[in-house]
């Protein structure tokens, strides 16, 4: 699992897909959100929008990176 820092306090997940790169374009990663690919914590989210915080794990396609401060 990798640690990837944001600036601020959240970020949407669409967002922290990219740039944790987890994924190569955003609409890859639209894709992968609608058909529930993608967990947060553990659980399937299907949300772009979704409000991350530090501490929120990220996992796709096996890979995983954690959202720090």
Do not use: C, W, Y
Request: a negative charge.
């Amino acid at each position: 699992m990798r640690d990837v820092p944001i600036d601020g306090d959240m970020i949407r997940l669409g967002q922290f897909l990219k740039l944790a790169d987890l994924i190569d374009t955003g609409g890859e990663g639209k894709i992968l959100i609608a058909s529930g690919d993608v967990t947060v914590n553990g659980e399937v989210d299907t949300r772009r929008g979704r409000q991350l915080h530090p501490g929120d794990v990220v996992e796709v396609q096996g890979r995983s990176a954690r959202v720090v401060p």
